[in-house]
């Protein structure tokens, strides 16, 4: 298989060229600039928009706007609109801090959907603002269409935001002309415990430069902190563009919250007035709810959480973890009966429940912790799920040996782990032969990330499940800005004829530093 972008149909081509472009520039604020509250009438959709969970028949439209507004989303087959499905959406105000989403249904499989949102405002529907364009393309019917999508994560990390000087995120417009059919955003979406800085003085000399924001200058506390978190990443032309014309499967990890922060933490950092982290945990779940089109969160009476699992036609499946909101406290690790683990029992429950019943070739499990990786908290406790005993699996490992072993019983294929966090990229392959724990069928977890943040050396592997680090690009030294290192980012292609799944592993710059093909219809890899 190529590693060439998928081309795309004219189009989609031409409108990328033209009316997305064209419409978006209209809309969107010079970086760095908040948007204009215009005092004419009209409202304006000055952050462009977004699209998330889409599947063969479904997705989520997502809009802000600089006033009270009604949203209305237009989608066509074609870039003309001259036939069009007209989708009345929310009233959006305040309340969700001028954020709304509108679901559309019963959308063709397989197909690219162009779609307009336009705001009018609620006294007086005929005053409404520009409309702003976006794209996508629908999951595919038919097995042979193939599925090819990109992962990565940690955006705005360590005080490396957006950088005017070097054009902001350029992975986002990197990972946008690769035209991918949609992007797995594998959590730390923000940094809200990170202060972004005028600017940073680098090891060699130079100066890198940020933009920056009132939000950005603290550490996140209240509701409208947290929101001013998720709207600066919307400052960044790179994302907007891409967002116009990529959906994405987002979950969140810690620092959407703050660093390595678990469920009845009090804090003891001087930074912090408010030391109740489920306080501030529940100020970021709404505004990520708010700033990120998710179907589990996207209208009253829904579930409220962020697992969940995305169809995307017969080739796909992705079961969208939360290893945060759970989660017992970060310790040793060392306990010898652990129920509640880093997904909790009724999270497990439901993987299992949902593995069992995919009738997909390939069943990605987006985590947006690693297994094997020794990721510490402190100098005694531990962050993710291995905790650096190579032997029989303790604390939270025995959950996570647990569905191992009834994905292997169960005789479910095509399992494959992605996930971010650690801030550079590698391949681990696990195999029982290797492990401690044996009851488990060999599978194949990656690592991609940084998006847009600082590269950190490669972490200690546990070998409890026999990981083998068959890959691994990071930085030898802690916290590598963007201007040193390059930002990583994975790429998915399923075959339609074949099934076969090939995972590259990318660095910023076109460079593909790893390559894997796997064979569908196996247990183990």
């Known amino acids: 298989?190529?590693?060439?972008?998928?081309?795309?149909?004219?189009?989609?081509?031409?409108?990328?060229?033209?009316?997305?472009?064209?419409?978006?520039?209209?809309?969107?604020?010079?970086?760095?600039?908040?948007?204009?509250?215009?005092?004419?009438?009209?409202?304006?959709?000055?952050?462009?928009?977004?699209?998330?969970?889409?599947?063969?028949?479904?997705?989520?439209?997502?809009?802000?706007?600089?006033?009270?507004?009604?949203?209305?989303?237009?989608?066509?087959?074609?870039?003309?609109?001259?036939?069009?499905?007209?989708?009345?959406?929310?009233?959006?105000?305040?309340?969700?801090?001028?954020?709304?989403?509108?679901?559309?249904?019963?959308?063709?499989?397989?197909?690219?959907?162009?779609?307009?949102?336009?705001?009018?405002?609620?006294?007086?529907?005929?005053?409404?603002?520009?409309?702003?364009?976006?794209?996508?393309?629908?999951?595919?019917?038919?097995?042979?269409?193939?599925?090819?999508?990109?992962?990565?994560?940690?955006?705005?990390?360590?005080?490396?935001?957006?950088?005017?000087?070097?054009?902001?995120?350029?992975?986002?417009?990197?990972?946008?002309?690769?035209?991918?059919?949609?992007?797995?955003?594998?959590?730390?979406?923000?940094?809200?415990?990170?202060?972004?800085?005028?600017?940073?003085?680098?090891?060699?000399?130079?100066?890198?430069?940020?933009?920056?924001?009132?939000?950005?200058?603290?550490?996140?506390?209240?509701?409208?902190?947290?929101?001013?978190?998720?709207?600066?990443?919307?400052?960044?032309?790179?994302?907007?563009?891409?967002?116009?014309?990529?959906?994405?499967?987002?979950?969140?990890?810690?620092?959407?919250?703050?660093?390595?922060?678990?469920?009845?933490?009090?804090?003891?950092?001087?930074?912090?007035?408010?030391?109740?982290?489920?306080?501030?945990?529940?100020?970021?779940?709404?505004?990520?709810?708010?700033?990120?089109?998710?179907?589990t969160l996207a209208a009253p009476g829904r579930d409220g959480r962020v697992h969940r699992v995305v169809r995307y036609g017969p080739l796909l499946d992705v079961f969208v973890l939360d290893m945060r909101s759970y989660r017992n406290a970060n310790s040793p690790g060392r306990q010898p009966d652990d129920a509640q683990g880093i997904l909790g029992a009724e999270q497990l429950a439901w993987l299992k429940r949902e593995l069992s019943r995919s009738r997909a070739v390939w069943k990605v499990i987006a985590s947006d912790m690693p297994l094997g990786l020794v990721v510490a908290d402190g100098t005694a406790n531990f962050e993710a799920v291995a905790q650096g005993d190579p032997g029989a699996p303790l604390g939270r490992e025995l959950q996570i040996a647990e569905l191992l072993r009834y994905i292997k019983h169960r005789r479910i294929t095509g399992t494959v782990w992605l996930t971010a966090d650690v801030h550079y990229t590698s391949a681990q392959h696990y195999d029982p032969s290797r492990a401690a724990f044996k009851d488990f069928a060999p599978f194949w977890e990656f690592v991609s990330g940084p998006l847009a943040a600082g590269g950190f050396p490669a972490n200690a592997l546990d070998a409890t499940f026999g990981p083998e680090r068959v890959f691994v690009r990071a930085p030898e030294r802690a916290n590598v800005s963007p201007m040193e290192s390059p930002q990583y980012f994975g790429e998915v292609d399923i075959d339609g004829g074949s099934g076969e799944l090939t995972v590259r592993l990318r660095a910023e710059g076109g460079t593909v530093l790893f390559s894997k093909v796997l064979q569908p219809g196996r247990v183990g890899q």
């Open 1 to 295: 298989m190529s590693h060439s972008p998928r081309i795309p149909s004219p189009d989609r081509r031409s409108v990328l060229r033209g009316t997305v472009a064209a419409s978006a520039a209209l809309a969107l604020p010079a970086v760095g600039a908040a948007p204009a509250l215009a005092l004419s009438g009209r409202p304006r959709a000055a952050w462009g928009v977004q699209t998330g969970d889409v599947t063969s028949s479904s997705g989520l439209v997502w809009v802000r706007s600089d006033r009270p507004a009604r949203m209305i989303v237009e989608t066509s087959a074609t870039e003309s609109f001259r036939h069009t499905h007209r989708w009345h959406g929310p009233l959006v105000g305040a309340d969700t801090d001028f954020t709304g989403r509108t679901a559309l249904r019963g959308l063709p499989a397989g197909e690219q959907v162009h779609y307009r949102v336009t705001l009018a405002d609620p006294e007086d529907p005929r005053r409404t603002g520009e409309p702003v364009y976006g794209t996508f393309r629908t999951a595919p019917a038919e097995r042979r269409e193939g599925v090819r999508f990109l992962w990565s994560g940690d955006i705005a990390g360590q005080g490396w935001g957006i950088n005017p000087d070097i054009g902001g995120y350029r992975a986002y417009d990197e990972m946008r002309r690769l035209d991918p059919d949609f992007f797995l955003c594998s959590g730390d979406t923000i940094y809200a415990d990170g202060v972004i800085e005028p600017s940073v003085t680098l090891p060699d000399g130079r100066i890198w430069r940020n933009i920056t924001t009132e939000e950005k200058s603290k550490v996140a506390q209240t509701l409208a902190d947290f929101r001013g978190n998720f709207r600066y990443n919307l400052l960044d032309e790179n994302v907007r563009r891409f967002n116009a014309q990529v959906p994405t499967v987002v979950q969140w990890d810690d620092h959407e919250v703050r660093n390595n922060w678990y469920p009845g933490q009090i804090l003891d950092d001087p930074r912090y007035t408010e030391k109740n982290v489920d306080v501030l945990a529940e100020r970021s779940s709404r505004a990520f709810s708010e700033y990120f089109p998710v179907s």
